[in-house]
C-alpha cells in the first residue's frame, strides 16, 4: 500500500480564496483524521471520521473550516476564507480499528499570504 | 486537562551513545501510547504503539516503556547513529477513537 496519501504537497494562496487539501487513506482503514502543525501550538486533531462519519470536530478553530468524508477512500478539509494564520502543515492519518496504530500522510504544507 | 509533556525540548549526543528521551501525560487513564518519528519538512513515522496493557515494546535498536501509575513513558535507543537524528514525538490517546493529543517532541542530534 502507498501509506497515506495527501495533495497538493505545498500550497499557496492569498488571504480570502478558498483552499481545498485532500486525502486519501490507507485502503481498509475505517478511521480518519486531520492534524494540524504549528511551530506555537505543535500537533492538533482537527476533526475525526469513523467509517466516514464526523465523530469529533471539536478542534476545528473556527466555521471558515469544514472537512468531509464522501466515501472511504477520500477526504477533503475546506477552509474559506483562507487568513494568514491559518498558513501550517495540515496532516491526514487513517487507523484500521479503534485503538490501532495511526498512519500519517506527508502532510499538505499551506501559506496564506 | 490531559495533557503531554516531553522533556527535553532538545537533546545532543555523540554517535554510539545509548539514550532515553522522556514522555509524561497527565491522565492515567490511558488507552495506548504511540511514538513517532518526524524528519525535518517530512510527514510522522510511526516507531512503537503500546496498548494500556503493555509495559513496553521493543523493534530493533528502540524500546519504549508505559508506566500507567506514575504518567510517564520512555523511549529508548540503543548506540545512537547519526541517521536517528529527528524529531521524537509521544501521542496519547485516551479514549477508543484513537484520536491522539502529542507532546511538543524532543529534536535529537546524533553527532559523528
Known amino acids: 500500500d502507498a501509506g497515506v496519501i495527501q495533495s497538493p504537497r505545498h500550497e499557496v494562496t492569498e488571504m480570502g480564496q478558498e483552499v481545498t487539501l485532500r486525502c486519501k487513506p490507507i485502503?481498509?482503514?475505517?478511521?480518519l483524521f486531520w492534524y494540524r502543525q504549528t511551530m506555537m501550538r505543535g500537533l492538533e486533531l482537527l476533526i475525526y471520521?469513523?467509517?466516514?462519519?464526523?465523530?469529533?470536530d471539536s478542534g476545528m478553530p473556527e466555521d471558515r473550516f469544514s472537512a468531509k468524508m464522501p466515501n472511504a477512500s477520500f477526504s477533503t478539509l475546506k477552509i474559506q476564507p483562507s487568513e494568514p494564520r491559518d498558513s501550517a502543515v495540515y496532516f491526514c492519518?487513517?487507523?484500521?480499528?479503534?485503538?490501532?496504530?495511526?498512519?500519517f500522510g506527508q502532510g499538505t504544507r499551506l501559506t496564506v499570504v | 486537562k490531559q495533557e503531554v509533556t516531553q522533556i527535553p525540548a532538545a537533546l545532543s549526543v555523540p554517535e554510539g551513545e545509548n539514550l532515553v528521551l522522556n514522555c509524561s501525560f497527565t491522565?492515567?487513564?490511558?488507552?495506548?501510547l504511540q511514538w513517532f518519528r518526524q524528519d525535518p519538512g517530512k510527514g510522522l513515522t510511526s516507531l512503537l504503539l503500546?496498548?494500556?496493557?503493555?509495559r513496553e515494546q521493543t523493534s530493533g535498536r528502540l524500546n519504549a516503556s508505559l508506566d500507567k501509575s506514575s504518567g510517564r513513558s520512555t523511549l529508548y535507543i540503543a548506540a545512537s547513529q547519526p541517521g536517528d537524528s529527528a524529531t521524537y514525538l509521544c501521542?496519547?490517546?485516551?479514549?477508543?477513537?484513537?484520536?491522539?493529543?502529542f507532546g511538543g517532541g524532543t529534536r535529537l542530534m546524533v553527532k559523528p
Open positions: 491522565d492515567s487513564a490511558i488507552y495506548n
Open positions: 471520521f469513523n467509517n466516514n462519519v464526523p465523530i469529533d
Open positions: 485502503s481498509g482503514h475505517n478511521s
Open positions: 501521542a496519547v490517546n485516551w479514549n477508543a477513537g484513537n484520536m491522539l493529543t
Open positions: 503500546i496498548q494500556s496493557s503493555q
Open positions: 492519518a487513517s487507523s484500521f480499528v479503534t485503538g490501532a496504530e495511526a498512519f
